[in-house]
């Protein structure tokens, strides 16, 4: 039985851009995220079909709602490719970044460029929901350009008056990229200035966090990036709270035993490329084993790994000196 009294957060995982690929949304999903969105997909590579967004788009049917996440900023482009991309894969929603700082993205307009660029902006939401015909479409924003820019109540009530269903504000601008602190005061007043459902999203890093934001800022749900990638229970123990329980520990053994699984899906997903797939996940080993004890060693080891076989040596090496 759910033991949840009255509305609870939905949970969302952050588009990453090279982490949030379907084995590790699938792995979220398990844990308790609710909706999952591919990392970001220029609209240009779904025109051009080109094998590396068919890997991008590529999802199970266990992770609906799923939506793809586009960038661009020309209107009529996207609308094309919007209508490509639904019809190519199906997916649930589509979501527009409009919070992206990259400089490759920025310099063509794309991403957070469109923030200062309120009339294109629009443009480019409302050409995307005609071509939608239907499909919901949401958005994703930072709250700004700059310090001296934050514009986000303007851009949502914008976002919101062409027809965008729901919006995620990174509560952070483009020019802090992922420095200082997330802005959830202005979050809030996002909340209030729109009607639409408003995800918040910055600097959730634990249970706590999750729901103090939560509550505070009004939101209907909740967005978890970097935290998720280093410490994906994030999403279960946002659930026990909720329920007023405490989340199960997550022992050494079972950390372990989820990035074992968690390579053997990749090596899945890469088609049996072991090498290619261990290499592919080196990044996430060395986010999820941030903070464990014999860390210099332990990440030095896993620079080199190359074989499950070989993760698993190293692993059962770890837990054997760590055991209480
Ligand atoms: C490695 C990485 C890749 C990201 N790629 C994307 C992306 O493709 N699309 C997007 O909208 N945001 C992207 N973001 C931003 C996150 O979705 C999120 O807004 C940001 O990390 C703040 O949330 P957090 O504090 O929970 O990490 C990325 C962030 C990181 C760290």
């Known amino acids: 039985m759910d033991s949840i009294a009255g509305p609870r957060p939905l949970l969302f995982l952050a588009p990453m851009a090279g982490v949030t690929n ?3 949304r699938r792995l979220c999903k398990d844990l308790g995220a609710d ?5 970001f997909v220029s609209a240009e590579g779904i025109l051009h079909r080109n094998e590396r967004t068919s890997r991008y788009l590529e999802f199970q049917s266990d992770e609906r709602p799923l939506g793809v996440q586009l960038f661009g900023a020309d209107p009529d482009r ?4 919007v209508k490509a991309v639904i019809d190519w894969v199906s997916p649930d929603f589509i979501d527009l970044n409009f919070g992206c700082p990259v400089n490759k993205v920025v310099s063509r307009n794309g991403g957070s460029a469109l923030l200062k660029d309120c009339p294109l902006l629009a443009n480019v939401a409302r050409s995307v929901v005609a071509a939608a015909n239907g499909l919901p479409v949401t958005a994703k924003i930072r709250i700004g350009w700059d ?3 934050v514009n986000a109540v303007e851009t949502s009530r914008i976002l919101e008056g062409e027809g965008i269903s729901r919006l995620a504000v990174h509560g952070r601008t483009k020019e802090q990229g992922y420095s200082g602190e997330a802005d959830w005061e202005v979050i809030a007043s996002v909340v209030q200035a ?13 249970a706590t966090v999750a729901l103090e934001r939560w509550r505070q800022s009004g939101a209907t749900g909740i967005m978890i990036g970097r935290a998720a990638m280093n410490h994906p229970w994030i999403f279960r123990e946002i659930r026990a709270a909720l329920s007023g329980q405490a989340s199960e520990c997550v022992t050494l053994a079972d950390k372990w035993a989820f990035i074992e699984n968690h390579c053997a899906k990749e090596i899945d997903w890469w088609k049996g490329q072991e090498a290619q797939a261990m290499k592919s996940m080196r990044a996430r080993l060395m986010a999820y084993t941030r903070g464990l004890p014999g860390g210099a060693r332990l990440r030095e080891r896993l620079q080199r790994v190359e074989t499950l076989t070989g993760l698993r040596e190293i692993a059962s090496d770890h837990i054997g000196g760590n055991a209480a």
């Not at 996207?78 to 490719?81: D, K, N, V």
């Not at 729109?194 to 634990?206: E, Q, R």
């Open 194 to 206: 729109v009607k639409i459902p408003v995800i918040g999203n910055g600097d959730i890093d634990s």
């Open 147 to 149: 310090s001296r820019s």
């Open 22 to 24: 379907t084995v590790f």
């Open 35 to 39: 909706v999952l969105t591919t990392e």
């Open 78 to 81: 996207l609308a094309e490719a």
